[in-house]
């Protein structure tokens, strides 16, 4: 192994400078600035400054050139002749800045503005007159519209040009269909529903016509509901197709949660126009089909469904409106028959006023009052000593004076036009004179005919 230790004359002759050289000389030199700095061969640095005499004169031959003016207007010089060589020397902005006339970068790219086509002059117009005219290429002779091209169905005044599609608002259309079916409701003509739908013109919007009668019509009476259900028909399948009425119908049970917030009974009433318009032919079978896979366990299907299920639907599904619904005279007295002997059997008197109230038929109920004291007469004639019907009679009576259904001049009339058939009565029942007196005199007991007003002859 080599030793590390310096040995030989080169080493001797180094310690011998060392001890000669005399580290106090080091501190006779001038401290070291940025002015004193030199080169490496003069260590004192004495009179050699920082900068060099070649940076010197170049600053000197500087500072004697004129000072370059100012360019005061966008000059373009080329420096070479034939070079695409430029010096550019823009303008300073000076005062308000416009940022409409800035490039914006990339020499004008990417910016919306006219067309750079090089010409500055309008395009000239195509004239028709021309023996070059072409028609292709006249754009303005072309309205762009969609794929779908629709018929122009009206022409608006304000802004004088052809609409396309709907004329109104959906909220115009159903404000003013709402007054369509008020008035239909008083004058009974569909053939007016129809030219009104016509005139308004707006085919996107007539399913809204099947759910905004029928919501009209579940707070109206049975005479308004089954002016509905004709109307519908009337309807279908023009100007409302099949499409149309089972949207206006998916219309209605969408809104039904709200319709019952008005009306509690919508479900059921809703579940019989389903199935008088299945009935009708109005809507196909297989609409109830879908609802139900749709909707499982929805009332209103369910309802329809067991009302198309029964015995004899369709004849029952005719007047499933009741005899309110405007039907004639004598079928009304066929249903107030049916009422009368119904309760002398069961006695109800709230079914008996819900039936009487439901026959929408106020100015009619001294009819009901004569066929009804009738009704008692002959079956307590045909009983010795017997005013049990007669007795239930009064109660009857009494009861709907008590709750507002029936007025006391509608049971003075009836009763006197039973006075004027007595004598035809009495061949069929013999005590009719009799027993009529004390039905009265019952009769303004109970309050049901005051006794201050007497039998109207």
């Not at 501190?27 to 004495?46: A, F, L, Q």
């Not at 000197?60 to 010089?77: L, M, Y």
């Not at 019907?389 to 009339?413: C, W």
């Not at 004598?423 to 069929?428: N, P, Q, S, W």
Request: glycine letters at 6%; hydrophobic letters at 35%.
């Amino acid at each position: 192994r080599k030793s590390s230790r310096v040995s030989g004359p080169s080493y001797s002759a180094f310690s011998t400078y060392l001890r000669k050289s005399n580290m106090a000389d080091f501190s006779k030199r001038p401290e070291v600035t940025v002015d004193t700095m030199g080169k490496v061969h003069n260590p004192s640095g004495e009179g050699v400054k920082a900068i060099s005499s070649s940076v010197k004169t170049k600053a000197a031959k500087k500072a004697s050139q004129p000072p370059v003016p100012v360019v005061e207007s966008h000059d373009t010089k080329v420096k070479e002749e034939g070079s695409s060589r430029r010096n550019i020397t823009r303008k300073k902005t000076e005062g308000v800045y416009d940022s409409r006339n800035k490039k914006q970068g990339g020499h004008g790219k990417g910016k919306w503005d006219d067309l750079q086509d090089g010409s500055e002059h309008d395009a000239l117009k195509l004239d028709k007159d021309d023996p070059l005219y072409v028609e292709s290429e006249d754009t303005e002779a072309y309205i762009l519209t969609s794929g779908v091209t629709e018929d122009v169905t009206g022409y608006d005044e304000v802004v004088e040009k052809q609409v396309y599609g709907p004329m109104l608002t959906l909220m115009e259309f159903k404000l003013q269909v709402a007054d369509v079916v008020r008035e239909y409701f008083d004058s009974a003509d569909s053939d007016e529903v129809i030219r009104s739908l016509e005139e308004m013109k707006c085919r996107p919007y007539l399913p809204e016509v099947v759910k905004k009668a029928i919501s009209l019509s579940l707070d109206e009476g049975p005479r308004e509901r089954e002016l509905v259900s004709r109307l519908l028909t009337c309807l279908h399948p023009t100007p409302l197709s099949d499409e149309d009425m089972a949207a206006g119908f998916d219309l209605l049970l969408g809104s039904l949660e709200d319709l019952c917030i008005d009306c509690p009974d919508a479900k059921p009433m809703v579940g019989s126009f389903l199935a008088r318009a299945v009935v009708d032919e109005v809507l196909p079978p297989a609409f109830l089909s879908t609802q139900n896979n749709e909707n499982p366990g929805s009332e209103v299907v369910e309802r329809a469904v067991s009302l198309l299920s029964r015995e004899h639907c369709t004849a029952r599904l005719e007047k499933i409106w009741g005899p309110g619904d405007g039907r004639p005279v004598a079928e009304l007295k066929k249903v107030m028959d049916q009422l009368l002997q119904e309760y002398l059997l069961s006695r109800e008197l709230d079914e008996a006023a819900r039936c009487v109230r439901e026959l929408k038929a106020a100015h009619f109920h001294h009819e009901l009052v004569k066929r009804g004291v009738k009704i008692a007469m002959e079956q307590d004639g045909s009983q010795e000593n017997s005013q049990e019907n007669l007795d239930a009679m009064v109660a009857l009576f009494s009861f709907l004076v008590k709750n507002s259904i029936m007025s006391e001049y509608q049971v003075a009339k009836g009763l006197a036009r039973l006075h004027k058939i007595l004598a035809d009565l009495t061949l069929d029942v013999p005590a009719a004179s009799t027993m009529l007196e004390e039905f009265e005199i019952m009769a303004k007991e109970s309050d049901c005919l005051p006794k201050s007003v007497a039998v109207v002859e």
